[in-house]
């Protein structure tokens, strides 16, 4: 069965630094998204991907986050100045359409020290 | 802004009991997702719910979308060690750039013991 991969795993980072999270969605996708979990949270919603541009972003997604598809495959989260609160869970996801399911990847655990 | 409550937030069951998690929205939904979370993973689709009042099961486990549309139900009957996990509701929403985003419940936390 199809996957989508994050790398890496687990991230470990200083406060004011920058990180980029990296993920290959399913090819034949359309749709691309970042979502974070905090520890013990529920799943929120980041950004979405459509068409090499942002189609929506929640309100966590400031001047801060940025998002690329840079050559057809990889889809990139980066945040240019990390802080503590960033600490999380980031997901990667896609999907064929809105009446299809979400395909999440492994996830990659950023830690803010 | 949508909010997606989910109840209970914890259950512990003794395996082969029965288990149900309640889900509820703020504002109708043009559908439902069901996602599973094991400890340590990441969010698995389950099942999608489209129409009023409909059921769907997937060999133990049942699900159920509301007459109006702003609540979901899931029933596992007799559960399993392997069931242990956090069961997401997410009501996807159109954005106008294309696509959706869901907008996730709570979650509620199932283990399970022998």
């Known amino acids: 069965e199809p996957e989508v991969t994050q790398t890496p795993s687990h991230q470990v980072t200083q406060m004011g630094q920058e990180v980029i999270l990296r993920c290959v969605p399913i090819s034949n996708h359309l749709y691309f998204y970042w979502y974070r979990q905090i520890l013990g949270q529920k799943v929120e919603f980041l950004v979405s991907f459509y068409n090499n541009e942002i189609s929506e972003k929640s309100e966590i997604f400031d001047d801060q986050f940025s998002v690329e598809r840079p050559d057809g495959s990889n889809f990139t989260l980066k945040i240019r100045s990390t802080k503590l609160e960033d600490s999380a869970m980031y997901f990667c996801?896609?999907?064929?359409?809105?009446?299809?399911?979400?395909?999440f990847g492994s996830g990659t655990r950023l830690t803010v020290v | 802004g949508q909010q997606v409550m989910q109840i209970p937030q914890y259950q512990h069951v003794q395996e082969g009991e029965d288990f149900t998690t309640y889900c509820n929205s703020s504002t109708t939904l043009s559908n439902i997702q069901w996602y599973k979370q094991r400890p340590g993973g990441h969010p698995v689709f389950l099942i999608q719910l489209v129409k009023s009042g409909e059921v769907k099961k997937q060999k133990r486990l049942t699900f159920q979308f509301g007459e109006a549309k702003k609540n979901s139900s899931l029933h596992i009957t007799a559960t399993q060690t392997t069931d242990v996990g956090t069961y997401f509701c997410a009501g996807p929403v159109w954005v106008t750039g294309g696509g959706n985003k869901l907008t996730f419940g709570t979650g509620t936390q199932l283990k399970v013991e022998l």
């Open positions: 996801a896609s999907s064929t359409g809105f009446y299809y399911g979400y395909t």
